[in-house]
């Protein structure tokens, strides 16, 4: 098991960058991949970001490409979020995910820990 702690949100404004971090607990932190998902008042869960165990794959929603950058530090335990040239778009509740075995990258159904989420508000 891994617990999973995002940090790192707050209100900012379009255009500003933020970058969120997940922290995970124990010393196996590197046998897990981590997804980055997000979710907005009134829609459902969206797939964000994605992480192999070695952080060479990396998989984004189309509407991120280009802005933000997911990356680990296995060492330190920690997954991030670069998150530039924020819109208001991007406002949403913000959660890291992990699992260790084999599964789709943007189905939350195939993770199974699950962070207690971070807020993100972008202002016009």
């Known amino acids: 098991q891994v617990q999973l702690v995002e940090s790192g949100g707050g209100l900012v404004q379009a255009g500003d960058s933020l970058r969120l971090s997940c922290a995970a607990s124990g010393r196996t932190f590197g046998y897990y991949v981590i997804g980055w998902f997000r979710q907005a008042p009134g829609k459902e869960r969206e797939f964000v970001a994605y992480i192999g165990r070695f952080g060479n794959t990396k998989k984004y929603v189309d509407s991120v490409k280009g802005r933000f950058t997911i990356s680990r530090e296995n060492v330190e335990n920690t997954a991030y979020l670069q998150m530039n040239s924020l819109e208001p778009e991007d406002t949403a509740v913000y959660y890291c995910?992990?699992?260790?075995?084999?599964?789709?990258?943007?189905?939350?159904?195939?993770?199974?820990?699950w962070g207690q989420g971070t807020q993100v508000t972008v202002s016009s």
């Open positions: 995910a992990a699992r260790q075995g084999s599964g789709s990258a943007n189905d939350p159904l195939s993770y199974d820990y």
